[in-house]
């Protein structure tokens, strides 16, 4: 309304007082679209919801969960990331797949279609950042955030150690969906 971009305004404090700004992107949150709430993606989820990109009712209430088997889904988040990378000069992205992991259609898909699908998404997520880093002059990390353990990735359409072998991502986070702190990851698996 103003047209000052808040975000930017954060963005450079931070680098002048010494913290390394990162962004931070909820991945797919299917929380439901109220009449008059704000939500920056509430113009794409309605059309999301009428051309069907969504997990649907066989899924309870992660009905609205976009599916990222629709590569319209995939290009909104690439948009989107783009933008953002482009705009800010910032020391890295995150990106939060446990709100929510529900990215496809688990009860009936080609699961391993699936994690080729997503490693391609997160190929073309790295490919922007350092797209980024030509303009902002310096690395920018990719953090992605995934369910506790390999078998639950994997059964969801994620191969964090696919994504990882590659280069893709600099750091993985893993954690139950809710609670801050799980202490009973086995960390030994990821490391095989």
């Known amino acids: 309304k103003h047209g000052i971009d808040v975000y930017m305004t954060w963005i450079n404090r931070c680098w002048e007082i010494g ?14 679209l109220c009449k008059n709430q704000f939500n920056s993606n509430k113009d794409f989820l309605v059309k999301a919801l009428e051309n069907g990109w969504t997990l649907g009712s066989d899924y309870g209430y992660y009905h609205t969960c976009l599916d990222y088997s629709v590569p319209e889904v995939r290009e909104h988040f690439l948009s989107d990331i783009k933008e953002q990378m482009q705009r800010y000069n910032v020391c890295g992205l995150e990106l939060d797949f446990l709100r929510e992991y529900n990215c496809f259609k688990y009860l009936t898909a080609d699961m391993e279609e699936c994690r080729k699908i997503m490693t391609g998404f997160v190929r073309e997520v790295k490919a922007i950042l350092l797209d980024a880093e030509k303009i902002h ?5 990719l953090m992605i955030r995934l369910p506790r353990d390999i078998e639950h990735c994997l059964y969801y359409g994620f191969d964090p150690v696919a994504m990882a072998s590659e280069g893709l991502i600099d750091t993985l986070v893993t954690s139950s969906r809710f609670s801050g702190s799980e202490s009973g990851i086995n960390v030994d698996e990821w490391r095989e």
């Open 19 to 32: 913290i390394n700004p990162w962004i931070s992107l909820r991945m797919n949150d299917c929380h439901p």
């Open 137 to 141: 002059g310096h690395k920018i990390k």
